[in-house]
Structure formats: C-alpha cells, structure tokens
C-alpha cells in the first residue's frame, strides 16, 4: 500500500513564526504536491515537485516555499505565518506512470493565532 | 487558477436512495478524477476518466466524462451509512483542479 505520511496532524503556532510542514512518502514516486483545503474552496494546489530540487508554484504560492532535498521528502515552509494561512494542509504523491492517481497524506490541520 | 463548480454542495438521504452530484468548468480537461475524503483522512480516488463520452463504474459508483470535456457526474446507487463523506471531483490539464465539494450524510 502506498503511504503518505505527514508530520504533525494538529499544530498551532503564532503570526510571524517560520513553520515547516513536512510529507514523506514510501513508494518512491517522482512527483509531490502540496495542497491547502478550506471550506467553499476545496483544494487549491500550492507548489508540486517532478523530481528532487525540482519545484513548480501552483496556483496559490504567495507566502510559502518548498524543499524537495530527497525523493521521499517534500517540505512546505511558511516563512512567517499569518493568521489567513490557518487551513488544513494536504501532501500527494504520484509516479508519472500513474500520473492521475494522486496519493493523499492524512492532512495536517494548522491553526496561526 | 480554473474553477470547478461542483454541485450540490450538500446533501442528506436516507439509506438505500440513489445519490447524483455534478461537477462543471469553463475549461477543457484531459482528465476528470472523483475523489472521497472521509473526516481526519485525505482523499482518496474513487473513479479516473480519461476520454470524452467515458462511463465508468468502480462497484455502486457510475461516473461519466462528459461529451464537451467540460463536466463529469458520479451517481452512487443504494447508498449506505459508510458512502458518508466529502466527495470531490478534479480536472486535469497540466495540473489538478479540484472542485469545492459536495457533502453527503447517510441517514439510516
């Protein structure tokens, strides 16, 4: 079974704090997405990665960035968190032969008083 | 980006009723993807279509591609309690594109 795991599935932090949203997946797949899911809006792509140190913006990338240092490992980093980035945070994985079946990781929930 | 809008936005049936829902855009996709997200879970894909006209089943789930690329329904037949969740449709071009949701309740 492929697994998509994410780091934390709750955090809090405070406006101005650097926070790091980390996502590793086990079925070596080349590409990675990370996603923000709010209510009415569904789920807008931020920035996706075809391969290591390779990354794209998506539709929504204003006030984060993203590290892809290995093939498992996909980092999105809020580099100061604002209380409009409270949302529900969602990582993928595919391989490009499968390119449509995205893998989900559970989510992580990230609230910025 | 592109919107989808995916109707409706809720919905609550008893057990055993058929449900329909849509999924509309003002672009051109290669790909339409529906998708279910139960609580404190990622989604996860339900049904892939790949080319214009395209009805697909995965069990008591039907989805079609629509003629003019530009929709996809998903009909679900004889629901049950655990069809309950955030069901979500996705277009591809070069990236995804996700609908907002519609919600179903299962009422027993």
């Known amino acids: 079974d492929v697994k998509v795991t994410q780091s934390s599935r709750y955090l809090v932090k405070r406006t101005g704090e650097k926070v790091f949203l980390e996502c590793v997946q086990d079925m070596d797949h080349e590409n990675m997405f990370w996603y923000r899911q709010d209510p009415g809006l569904g789920l807008r792509l931020i920035y996706f990665?075809?391969?290591?140190?390779?990354?794209e913006k998506g539709d929504i990338p204003e006030g984060y960035s993203v590290s892809r240092e290995k093939k498992e490992r996909f980092s999105l980093i809020l580099e100061s968190a604002s209380t409009n980035q409270t949302s529900m945070y969602l990582c993928?994985?595919?391989?490009?032969?499968?390119?449509?079946?995205?893998?989900f990781g559970p989510g992580t929930r990230l609230t910025v008083l | 980006g592109q919107q989808l809008n995916q109707s409706p936005q809720s919905m609550f049936i008893q057990e055993g009723e058929d449900v329909s829902m849509n999924c509309t855009s003002s672009s051109i996709f290669n790909t339409w993807l529906w998708y279910k997200q139960e609580p404190g879970e990622g989604p996860v894909l339900l049904i892939a279509?790949?080319?214009?006209?395209e009805l697909t089943s995965n069990g008591r789930l039907t989805a079609q591609f629509g003629i003019t690329r530009k929709d996809s329904f998903l009909n679900i037949s004889a629901s049950i309690p655990s069809d309950v969740g955030i069901y979500f449709c996705a277009g591809q071009l070069h990236q995804f594109y996700f609908g907002t949701g519609t919600s179903l309740t299962v009422i027993p």
């Open positions: 990665s075809y391969d290591v140190k390779m990354k």
């Open positions: 993928a994985s595919s391989s490009p032969s499968e390119y449509n079946e995205q893998f």
């Open positions: 279509l790949y080319k214009a006209g």
